[in-house]
């Protein structure tokens, strides 16, 4: 008979609860789906006087993380955060242990350090989970699109951040507001900083990146800006203009050969699959060369999702463990001789600009004249009188929107550095960029 695969559990939170309950309560069923059987060796948390969602069996409960290494043929990662678990990791993959785990921060960060790490120690790192919660991205860009190269792709991978945008849209919330509603609802953290400021989405872009481009994005170079300055009047006119507004996170090849990674508020046309996305559902839009455009869509967070993910890596190991002995990954990161993937430093869109400026005759013709100097087109203009109500400034300013061609993110900055200065524009001019391809 052939031995159990012993799994070992090091936190055991949300998600580590929900491996748990899934390992045990489908033991039958992943034996016979998958022809192996799995034991959990041990669950490792802080305080086991907490309350879980599932009873972990006392025998497995442990607050040594480093006893669950040492019993256990594959280790799992999901204390969170790249402290505890970087250490965690990386005392594995030193005693040659394969590890799964669901850590974008860690892997987006430090990727090629465990990779390389990994290879070392002739073992393996998975982390279907870190990306899209359950949403199997990884599994399709390493296996589904081996024989297509990848050209772009378009994600929502934050939902808390997709949550707040839909509220701020469907109610006119403003995004304080919208903000509360999350934290209320369990869909925001009590400090929501990573999600609201476009990290967490910049993680996963960067994850995503590593594996369509076959090497290693330097996180610090990617482009972040989240929503915390977004306003209803801005969703409201876009849609106007037949956009929806989303944190959309971007990876795709420019002309140059180099590669833009960057997370911003986006508007996106009604036709784009991504713009009926609502609420806390992640999405994404992967773009090749010869399956041409695919959409895959679900949920991206949650115990259960997540937890699934994190048993398909497991099972692939265990798989690998129970026939061969040892592990592999089967497309790994960073493709010989393509380590570093040039990060475009600047790039190429359409803008929407929104110029609060007092209204008098020759506005339109100064700030078209500046633009025209930069060397940016436009594509329409809007001045509509039923924003007025929208405006707490009623006497000075009114919103007059730019829809440009596309240009260089630096032409349209000097551009509003110089409109910035004129005498009749009297706010800060909001820059929305704008992903205008269809799909
Ligand atoms: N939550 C989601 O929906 C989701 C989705 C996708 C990916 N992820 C990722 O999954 C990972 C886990 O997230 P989570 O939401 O499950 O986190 P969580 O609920 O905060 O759980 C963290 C767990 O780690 C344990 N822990 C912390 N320090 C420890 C230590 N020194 N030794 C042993 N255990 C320790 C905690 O123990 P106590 O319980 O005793 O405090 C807790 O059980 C993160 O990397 C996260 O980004 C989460």
């Not at 305080?47 to 969602?53: L, S, T």
């Not at 050209?151 to 707040?164: D, H």
């Not at 790039?347 to 005759?361: G, Q």
Request: net charge positive; hydrophobic share 45%; charged share 25%.
């Amino acid at each position: 008979m052939v031995k159990p695969i012993k799994v070992g559990i090091i936190g055991c939170g949300v998600v580590g609860t929900g491996v748990v309950q899934i390992l045990l309560e489908q033991k039958k069923l992943i034996q016979q789906k998958a022809g192996i059987e799995i034991e959990i060796s041990a669950v490792a948390a802080r305080n086991w006087n907490k309350k879980r969602f599932y009873e972990v069996p006392k025998n497995l409960q442990t607050t040594d993380w480093k006893k669950v290494i040492e019993k256990s043929d594959i280790v799992v990662e999901l204390v969170g955060g790249v402290d505890v678990a970087k250490e965690a990791v990386v005392q594995a993959l030193k005693a040659g242990k394969p590890v799964v785990t669901a850590n974008k921060h860690l892997i987006a960060e430090y990727g090629k350090e465990l990779v390389s790490l990994a290879r070392e120690n002739k073992t393996t790192i998975l982390f279907e989970a870190a990306v899209g919660g359950g949403i199997p991205l990884i599994k399709v860009l390493k296996e589904s699109l081996v024989s297509n190269n990848v050209e772009e792709i378009q994600g929502i991978l934050n939902g808390t951040t997709n949550y707040i945008l839909t509220r701020m849209e469907e109610d006119n919330l403003p995004f304080k507001e919208a903000l509360k509603e999350a934290q209320e609802k369990g869909y925001a953290e009590a400090d929501p900083t990573f999600d609201i400021e476009g990290i967490d989405a910049a993680h996963k872009i960067t994850i995503l990146a590593n594996l369509a481009f076959g090497g290693f994005v330097d996180f610090k170079k990617v482009f972040v800006e989240g929503i915390t300055n977004v306003e209803v009047l801005d969703i409201k006119l876009g849609r106007e203009l037949g956009y929806t507004l989303k944190l959309l996170a971007i990876a795709k090849k420019n002309s140059k050969g180099q590669v833009e990674v960057r997370v911003h508020p986006t508007f996106i046309p009604m036709d784009n699959p991504l713009s009926n996305v609502r609420g806390v559902f992640n999405a994404v839009l992967f773009k090749s060369d010869y399956l041409g455009k695919l959409k895959l869509q679900g949920a991206g967070a949650g115990a259960y999702p997540t937890a699934t993910a994190v048993v398909q890596d497991i099972v692939q190991l265990a798989k690998q463990l129970s026939c061969c002995g040892k592990t592999f990954d089967i497309t790994p990161l960073g493709w010989k001789g393509k380590e570093e993937i040039p990060v475009a430093e600047d790039f190429y869109s359409r803008y929407y600009l929104r110029l609060d400026v007092e209204d008098k005759p020759g506005v339109l013709h100064q700030i078209a004249g500046i633009l025209a100097e930069k060397n940016i087109s436009i594509a329409g203009v809007l001045q509509q009188e039923w924003v007025l109500k929208f405006v707490n400034d009623k006497n000075s300013a009114i919103p007059l929107i730019i829809l440009t061609h596309k240009a260089y993110e630096s032409q349209i900055k000097e551009a509003l550095k110089e409109i910035q200065k004129l005498p009749f524009v009297k706010k800060k001019p909001v820059l929305i960029r704008v992903e205008e391809e269809r799909y």
